[in-house]
């Protein structure tokens, strides 16, 4: 089966007036279709720089970047909404669209209907201001997802939110991507979220960031995020990473 992303010992340095810096090592990995992976580490190990690198917002000093999927099919959530508080909850859901200048009837169509599926239908012309921080985020989303992206990059996107609304939210994007299909690859620093939600568990260690292990999860096919936090296998695969994360 080929891989929709191929990732071959990849390094990144800044030169910087001081000297060089390298923020990631060696790193290979490979990304099969429709496969959710959470990238793992300790704070300035270089994940932010990984997913600027698969997006083509870094350029590698070494190695390789390789799609097996159309070019521009990537979407990039950051770690805060990044909504414009003077356009309303539609513009905004289109603004990807409306910048790639492909906004059109059928085009706006198609987020009218993602922001309906999504809960957003009765907020089209709403402000930013006016919402919580979830339906924040899923507004992020949907701005995304109206690329019809193949690949999404999720740097930390709950970040920003209280501890509740940050598990709801996880939970509610984590079973969007899953129905559509999309591949998915989450920065974050916590372990618990980096199970429930990931496939797959890179674990990357302090600067320069290498791979210190890939670990596959597997806590069920009907799991869902909240759902596997009850499962007994879920303290076992914190206890792996935790016992990893402390060596990094």
């Keep these: 089966m080929t891989a929709l992303l191929e ?18 090592s060696d790193i290979s990995f490979e990304v099969q279709k429709g496969e959710f992976i959470s990238i793992l580490g300790p704070s300035g190990c270089g994940k932010s720089t990984l997913l600027s690198a698969i997006a083509g917002l870094e350029k590698p000093s070494g190695g390789s970047i390789t799609f097996h999927m159309p070019p521009g099919l990537v979407g990039y959530m950051f770690q805060h909404d990044l909504l414009l ?10 603004l990807g669209l409306q910048v790639q200048g492909r906004l059109n009837e059928e085009t706006s169509r198609y987020v009218k209907e993602l922001l309906e ?41 709950y970040s920003a939110l209280d501890y509740q609304t940050r598990l709801t939210v996880s939970d509610e994007i984590w079973k969007i991507l899953r129905s559509t ?52 296998d879920f303290q076992h695969y914190f206890k792996t990473i935790w016992e990893v994360m402390q060596h990094a």
Excluded at 146 to 155: C, I, Q, S, V
Excluded at 222 to 229: A, K, Q, S
């Design 181 to 232: 299909g999309k591949t998915a690859i989450l920065v974050t620093h916590d372990i618990s979220e980096a199970i429930s939600l990931g496939d797959r568990v890179i674990i990357l260690s302090r600067r320069p960031g290498r791979i210190l292990k890939d670990i596959p999860i597997d806590l069920g096919a009907d799991r869902t995020p909240l759902g596997v936090r009850s499962n007994p």
């Design 85 to 94: 508080e003077w356009r309303s909850v539609f513009q905004n859901a289109c």
């Design 117 to 157: 599926s999504y809960g957003l239908g009765g907020f089209l012309s709403h402000k930013p201001s006016q919402l919580s921080g979830g339906m924040r985020q899923r507004v992020a989303l949907v701005r995304t997802l109206a690329l019809k992206p193949e690949l999404l990059l999720l740097d930390e996107p």
């Design 7 to 24: 990732i071959e010992h990849l390094s990144l340095s800044y030169h910087e007036p001081g000297g060089e810096t390298t923020a990631l």
